[in-house]
């Protein structure tokens, strides 16, 4: 029998790129793989807490979770967690999604307090939040938030802010800019901005305004679905322009979290890089068809 020492091993950067990237094809299996030896943990560990999606809700914790990856941490388990472990490995979490109650601020403090390494961040909150200070130094890249409620009722919104020093994909909830022209400019304040959506904001001259003013712009979405916006495109003065501008994108009925955690989880997939195939689309057939007739659904096009 051969001695342990003279048995045939992988080279260790080889063997740990075949945990790693098993653990990222199933992340079901990274507990399993941790108990195999104690550098196969170490490899692994954080790819476990790489993404983290917490929320209450039945529609995010229960239904439609994708193939292959758990369900979302209930705030209260998340929180126990992080209160009761001298050991959480918050600077492994690079995507965060948060869904909570009002009345249960304490639980995104603690994880935001824990998670300062997040690049790829959903809040999502009933109302008004105290969180401003613990984003603001986050190495953000991607926010999908209410900036009014993020930045608070007293506070004007500012995207000169270091908060969005390297924001590339932004998705703003709710009500945003309505108003002068000169408020919608503010956006091209925003140094690497190249994906844009609103879920429920709507001004046709803003789309405008930011179609000119954002140069690096590559995708602009609107996320509606029924026909209002297409109906106060048609009738604006601007319409045409808007319509025919290959970057703007009017997105159909798709579930925000489910799409968010589908780029989280698989590096891809989600509405930003369906947005892309349409803008590509819309470019090589220029002429031939405008932005409304192309609207994605929560199966492609």
């Given at each position: 029998?051969?001695?342990?020492?003279?048995?045939?091993?992988?080279?260790?950067?080889?063997?740990?790129?075949?945990?790693?990237?098993?653990?990222?094809?199933?992340p079901l299996s990274i507990p399993t793989l941790m108990l195999i030896a104690w550098r196969v943990k170490k490899w692994v560990e954080p790819l476990l807490y790489?993404?983290?999606?917490?929320?209450?809700?039945?529609?995010?914790?229960?239904?439609?979770?994708?193939?292959?990856?758990?369900?979302?941490?209930?705030?209260?388990?998340?929180?126990?967690?992080?209160?009761?472990?001298?050991?959480?490995?918050?600077?492994?979490?690079?995507?965060?999604?948060?869904?909570?109650?009002?009345?249960?601020?304490?639980?995104?403090?603690?994880?935001?307090?824990?998670?300062?390494?997040?690049?790829?961040?959903?809040?999502?909150?009933?109302?008004?939040?105290?969180?401003?200070?613990?984003?603001?130094?986050?190495?953000?890249?991607?926010?999908?938030?209410?900036?009014?409620?993020?930045?608070?009722?007293?506070?004007?919104?500012?995207?000169?802010?270091?908060?969005?020093?390297?924001?590339?994909?932004?998705?703003?909830?709710?009500?945003?800019?309505?108003?002068?022209?000169?408020?919608?400019?503010?956006?091209?304040?925003?140094?690497?901005?190249?994906?844009?959506?609103?879920?429920?904001?709507?001004?046709?001259?803003?789309?405008?305004?930011?179609?000119?003013?954002?140069?690096?712009?590559?995708?602009?979405?609107?996320?509606?679905?029924?026909?209002?916006?297409?109906?106060?495109?048609?009738?604006?003065?601007?319409?045409?322009?808007?319509?025919?501008?290959?970057?703007?994108?009017?997105?159909?009925?798709?579930?925000?979290?489910?799409?968010?955690?589908?780029?989280?989880?698989?590096?891809?997939?989600?509405?930003w890089v369906h947005a892309e195939e349409c803008v590509a689309l819309r470019k090589r057939r220029v002429g031939e068809a405008d932005a409304l007739q192309y609207?994605?659904?929560?199966?492609?096009?």
């Amino acid at each position: 029998m051969l001695d342990p020492e003279d048995e045939p091993r992988l080279p260790a950067e080889l063997e740990q790129a075949i945990f790693e990237t098993t653990a990222h094809i199933r992340p079901l299996s990274i507990p399993t793989l941790m108990l195999i030896a104690w550098r196969v943990k170490k490899w692994v560990e954080p790819l476990l807490y790489q993404t983290i999606v917490v929320s209450d809700s039945g529609a995010d914790a229960d239904a439609k979770n994708l193939e292959g990856h758990r369900k979302p941490f209930r705030c209260r388990t998340i929180y126990r967690v992080i209160q009761q472990s001298k050991s959480f490995p918050g600077d492994s979490v690079r995507d965060l999604f948060l869904s909570w109650e009002p009345t249960q601020e304490a639980v995104p403090k603690a994880i935001l307090t824990a998670c300062r390494s997040v690049e790829n961040l959903w809040l999502s909150t009933a109302g008004p939040t105290t969180l401003f200070h613990l984003v603001e130094d986050l190495p953000l890249k991607q926010l999908y938030c209410d900036l009014r409620y993020l930045f608070g009722v007293q506070r004007q919104i500012d995207f000169s802010h270091r908060l969005f020093a390297k924001i590339t994909h932004l998705e703003v909830f709710g009500g945003l800019l309505s108003g002068p022209e000169e408020r919608w400019k503010q956006l091209a304040h925003i140094p690497h901005l190249t994906h844009l959506s609103f879920s429920h904001e709507y001004s046709v001259a803003g789309f405008l305004t930011i179609l000119r003013t954002c140069t690096l712009l590559r995708v602009l979405i609107v996320r509606e679905s029924s026909n209002w916006i297409c109906t106060a495109i048609e009738r604006s003065p601007d319409g045409a322009e808007i319509i025919r501008d290959p970057h703007f994108v009017k997105l159909g009925r798709r579930e925000p979290g489910l799409d968010w955690r589908r780029g989280a989880w698989h590096g891809g997939g989600d509405y930003w890089v369906h947005a892309e195939e349409c803008v590509a689309l819309r470019k090589r057939r220029v002429g031939e068809a405008d932005a409304l007739q192309y609207v994605f659904e929560e199966d492609g096009f």
